[in-house]
């Protein structure tokens, strides 16, 4: 079964400064899918990013871009020019889209807490 | 569009009591999800359905059971409410054309007492 840990519980970071969150990932699988959702106070849970395992390049939204480290099962979340907006509960998340039986579905991590200070 | 929708948005229920969580999709995917989310976790699939007629069990489906007649609603029920079903509960949907991003519904907040 996959597993996704988020080691870090909480994070703060000054608005308009870099923050990096930290996701690692535990398959033995090697096509699969990689996402970092964001919960804002209002629970609604957004889709930040998306990663696929078999491209290389790492993926890149606005102020939002990843580091994938294939071969260390590694998938930290960037955020360049934080604002007071991106104060929100991550979570990094896990899919394997092939085959039948239990796939499809996403795998979460526990979350990271992100807190933006004006 | 309007997405995922949830209902009801918040309930209390009494322990032994039964209820029925809806969810809608208009977006025409073939796959949908039911989560819960404990305070201060992650998400965790109860059931998912990869299209009408066909329902699977995730990893925690007890005191849970759905059905899928359409391909737009996967109602969540609710047996014999226990403390230990208070949590949040969402809805999502997805379908490999959208490159599998999970679609979520607003979520609805049940407290059993």
């Known amino acids: 079964a996959q597993t996704v840990t988020q080691s870090q519980p909480e994070m703060s970071v000054q608005e308009a400064e870099t923050v990096t969150l930290s996701c690692t990932y535990d398959?033995?699988?090697?096509?699969?899918?990689l996402f970092w959702y964001k919960q804002p106070p209002s629970r609604q849970m957004i889709l930040v990013i998306r990663?696929?395992?078999?491209?290389?390049q790492n993926a890149t939204e606005n102020r939002f871009s990843v580091n994938f480290q294939k071969a260390a099962k590694s998938f930290s979340l960037k955020i360049s020019d934080s604002q007071l907006g991106d104060t929100a509960m991550y979570f990094c998340?896990?899919?394997?889209?092939?085959?039948?039986?239990?796939?499809?579905?996403?795998?979460f991590g526990k979350g990271t807490l992100l807190t933006v200070n004006p | 569009n309007a997405g995922v929708t949830q209902t009801p948005k918040f309930r209390i229920l009494k322990i032994g009591q039964s209820m029925t969580l809806q969810c809608t999709q208009d977006?025409?995917?073939?796959?949908m999800y039911w989560y819960r989310q404990d305070p201060g976790m992650g998400l965790k699939l109860i059931y998912y359905?990869?299209?009408?007629?066909?329902?699977d069990k995730g990893e925690v489906p007890n005191g849970y059971n759905v059905s899928r007649s359409t391909t737009e609603d996967f109602p969540l029920r609710l047996e014999l409410a226990a403390p230990s079903q208070t949590s949040v509960y969402f809805c999502?949907?997805?379908?490999?054309?959208?490159?599998?991003?999970?679609?979520f519904g607003p979520g609805t907040r049940l407290t059993v007492t």
């Open positions: 999502a949907s997805s379908s490999p054309d959208g490159g599998w991003e999970q679609y």
């Open positions: 398959t033995s699988e090697s096509n699969y899918y």
């Open positions: 990663q696929e395992a078999y491209k290389q």
């Open positions: 998340a896990f899919m394997k889209p092939n085959s039948g039986g239990s796939n499809y579905k996403l795998t």
């Open positions: 977006m025409n995917h073939n796959y």
């Open positions: 359905s990869v299209g009408a007629g066909i329902t």
